[in-house]
């Protein structure tokens, strides 16, 4: 399957600071990418869809001015999570769809912590 | 509103036997439909998926059966081993290009395989 690069895979900062994740598609091209948000022993919540040249889309209830979404080539999506507080501590997660198909492809997540 | 349904929290099954995880969907618009496997602190790693058209997919040791009617689609994993242990989810998605890769997953069953 289609290889998608996340970095960092873990990170602690501190209350009131930025954080950047960034997601990349290793092996294809992806006008779309996907930030969902884990919680511990719960489902993966959609936050975002990226989309390539174009501002995001954000799902209901998640706060665009707080998760900075960047698409800016074809392989790379970056999620800014904005003066941090000890609540958006989470898992994120990207995804990007390879064109030809309807499979998502995972990125290896990244564990916030804001302390 | 939880559009994919997963009822059973965990299944524990004995190495060499059927594992069969069920997933229930409401939203009729879904066309595609996916499982993943997890591990934590991990990113999701795709499985197997089929398409609405069809009611039964198959790779290996893995299948997917769909009965639209009833909303309902199942991962059979024969024979189960003990690293098919992890938590599996079943996502969901709808027809249109821009829906394409959006996932909306349930919240994951914890399979145990025991030697």
């Known amino acids: 399957g289609a290889v998608v690069s996340q970095h960092p895979s873990r990170v602690i900062c501190k209350s009131g600071t930025s954080v950047k994740i960034e997601c990349r598609s290793l092996?294809?091209?992806?006008?779309?990418m996907f930030w969902y948000r884990q919680f511990p022993k719960q489902s993966l919540m959609l936050m975002a869809t990226?989309?390539?040249?174009?501002?995001?889309?954000?799902e209901q209830g998640v706060e665009k001015d707080k998760f900075l979404i960047n698409h800016a080539s074809l392989t790379l999506s970056t999620l800014t999570v904005t003066s941090a507080h000890p609540e958006d501590s989470s898992f994120y997660i990207c995804?990007?769809?390879?064109?030809?198909?309807?499979?998502?492809?995972f990125g290896q997540g990244t564990r916030l912590t804001v302390v | 509103d939880q559009q994919v349904k997963q009822n059973s929290p965990s299944l524990s099954v004995q190495e060499g036997r059927i594992s069969i995880l069920n997933c229930d969907y409401t939203?009729?618009?879904?066309?595609?439909f996916l499982w993943y496997k997890k591990y934590p602190a991990e990113g999701p790693t795709f499985l197997i998926s089929?398409?609405?058209?069809?009611d039964k997919n198959e790779d290996g040791r893995f299948t997917v059966f769909l009965n639209k009617s009833a909303k309902h689609l199942s991962l059979h994993i024969v024979p189960s081993q003990p690293g098919d242990s992890a938590v599996y989810f079943c996502?969901?998605?709808?027809?249109?290009?821009?829906?394409?890769?959006?996932?909306?997953f349930g919240q994951g069953t914890i399979l145990t395989v025991h030697p």
């Open positions: 996502a969901a998605s709808g027809a249109g290009g821009t829906s394409y890769g959006k996932l909306t």
């Open positions: 092996d294809f091209q992806a006008t779309t």
């Open positions: 990226s989309n390539e040249g174009s501002k995001a889309t954000y």
């Open positions: 939203n009729s618009m879904f066309d595609y």
């Open positions: 089929i398409s609405s058209i069809k």
């Open positions: 995804s990007a769809r390879d064109l030809l198909g309807r499979e998502a492809f």
